[in-house]
């Protein structure tokens, strides 16, 4: 499935293939559970550039407003927890680490709770300014893959390779459910989590600021009846012939 964990026995990174790509930006965007965190961390290692997590920085602010207290709703107290707040990624070989104001929060990020969290705080405009902004520090220097819902439309309008990857929603719905804790897993049903990856989709795809859409030059990739190996050579390809490797 695409959502499996990329296997820590892979061979080391090589060295870029080129000036072009050791400088790229590579942008994925796409739904929940389309399999962008792990298709992502494939071309990181491939092409020996930068993961950035865009989703996993919101997770982590959600997983920040959940245990404060804070609702979702409650925009001038999300912004003001912002101005307090300390996210970043730690590279390691089987993915990152999310740091949250010190803390390794990496295993908490998958909780129903804190998925929906993010979709929720990420549809107020000044919660998406403040970490469009933390988004653009962390690559403003290029040399990296991120993925995310706006980022090859607001993050990094110009990046070198744009993928849409999509998938439907039924299937991204069962590969989320099988990326849950067991503990978690048995006591909800599958359809529970298709049902909220529904509404989640319909509220990244219409709010006000920013909403899921495929960049104009982008490259649509569906993965709805693809394997990895498919999907990750696909897009491997697709990042060979936009820079000219």
Same mark, same amino acid.
């Given at each position: 499935?695409?959502?499996?964990?990329?296997?820590?026995?892979?061979?080391?990174?090589?060295?870029?293939?080129?000036?072009?790509?050791?400088?790229?930006?590579?942008?994925?965007? #796409?739904?929940?559970?389309?399999?962008?965190?792990?298709?992502?961390?494939?071309?990181?290692?491939?092409?020996?550039?930068?993961?950035?997590?865009?989703?996993?920085?919101?997770?982590?602010?959600?997983?920040?407003?959940?245990?404060?207290?804070?609702?979702?709703?409650?925009?001038?107290?999300?912004?003001?927890?912002?101005?307090?707040?300390?996210?970043?990624?730690?590279?390691?070989?089987?993915?990152?680490?999310?740091?949250?104001?010190?803390?390794?929060?990496?295993?908490?990020?998958?909780?129903?709770?804190?998925?929906?969290?993010?979709?929720? /705080?990420?549809?107020? *405009?000044?919660?998406?300014?403040?970490?469009?902004?933390?988004?653009?520090?962390? #690559?403003?220097?290029?040399? /990296?893959?991120?993925?995310?819902?706006?980022? #090859?439309? /607001?993050?990094?309008?110009?990046?070198?390779?744009?993928?849409?990857?999509?998938?439907? *929603?039924?299937?991204?719905?069962? =590969?989320?459910?099988?990326?849950?804790?067991?503990?978690?897993?048995?006591?909800?049903?599958?359809?529970?989590?298709?049902?909220?990856?529904?509404?989640?989709?319909?509220?990244? =795809?219409? =709010?006000?600021?920013? *909403?899921?859409?495929?960049?104009?030059?982008?490259?649509?990739?569906?993965?709805?009846?693809?394997?990895?190996?498919?999907?990750?050579? =696909?897009?491997?390809?697709? /990042?060979?012939?936009?820079?000219?490797?």
């Amino acid at each position: 499935m695409i959502a499996e964990q990329m296997n820590s026995a892979m061979p080391a990174i090589a060295p870029c293939h080129a000036i072009s790509a050791c400088r790229a930006i590579i942008a994925i965007d #796409g739904p929940a559970g389309a399999g962008k965190s792990t298709i992502a961390r494939h071309l990181a290692r491939s092409f020996n550039l930068l993961n950035l997590e865009s989703g996993a920085m919101y997770r982590a602010f959600a997983l920040k407003a959940l245990a404060s207290g804070i609702g979702f709703e409650d925009v001038a107290a999300l912004q003001a927890l912002s101005l307090e707040t300390g996210i970043h990624l730690e590279p390691t070989a089987t993915g990152n680490r999310v740091i949250l104001d010190g803390a390794d929060v990496t295993t908490q990020l998958r909780e129903l709770a804190v998925t929906d969290g993010a979709s929720r /705080v990420s549809v107020h *405009p000044q919660i998406r300014a403040w970490m469009v902004d933390l988004q653009q520090k962390l #690559g403003a220097q290029g040399g /990296v893959v991120m993925e995310g819902r706006d980022i #090859g439309t /607001v993050v990094f309008p110009h990046a070198d390779v744009k993928i849409f990857l999509d998938a439907a *929603p039924e299937v991204r719905g069962l =590969r989320r459910y099988e990326q849950l804790d067991p503990a978690v897993a048995v006591e909800i049903q599958p359809e529970e989590v298709v049902d909220e990856l529904r509404a989640r989709d319909e509220r990244d =795809r219409n =709010r006000a600021d920013s *909403p899921l859409k495929p960049a104009a030059d982008a490259v649509l990739l569906d993965s709805t009846h693809m394997t990895l190996d498919e999907v990750v050579a =696909r897009a491997e390809a697709i /990042v060979v012939e936009k820079l000219n490797l």
